[in-house]
């Protein structure tokens, strides 16, 4: 009975982390949909509850950031960015650029020039 009750409880933990899975996928894909469709403020919820899940997915940072970007909230969009730093994205001369617009626009010259 107790070997029952072992396996019954932990085939309710597989199914709960299966669950789990799914749900976070489908905010993965709900993002996408939401960004290709120009759907920014949707998108960039949606990114990042997906990245509150799954912490280790940082190159969800770039397409958060051109959300932002895309709503005009330059702020965020800048921390963002800034997040961006030290990944592959970073290389990306489009990333480049929007960095350098937004510290010229916070009157960061010298790293705008960078």
Not at 46 to 74: F, G
Not at 104 to 114: C, F, R, S, T
């Amino acid at each position: 009975m107790l070997k029952r009750g072992i396996f019954i409880v932990g085939l309710m933990l597989v199914h709960a982390c299966l669950i789990q899975a799914q749900q976070t996928d489908y905010l993965l894909k709900r993002a996408d949909n939401a960004y290709a469709a120009l759907q920014f403020e949707s998108a960039v919820r949606s990114y990042e509850q997906y990245l509150e899940a799954n912490p280790s997915k940082t190159a969800l940072t770039e397409k958060i950031a051109d959300c932002y970007w895309n709503l005009r909230n330059y702020p965020k969009a800048s921390l963002w960015y800034a997040k961006t730093a030290g990944s592959t994205a970073t290389n990306s001369d489009v990333v480049k650029k929007r960095m350098a617009e937004l510290n010229a626009m916070d009157g960061k010259y010298q790293e705008a020039n960078k």
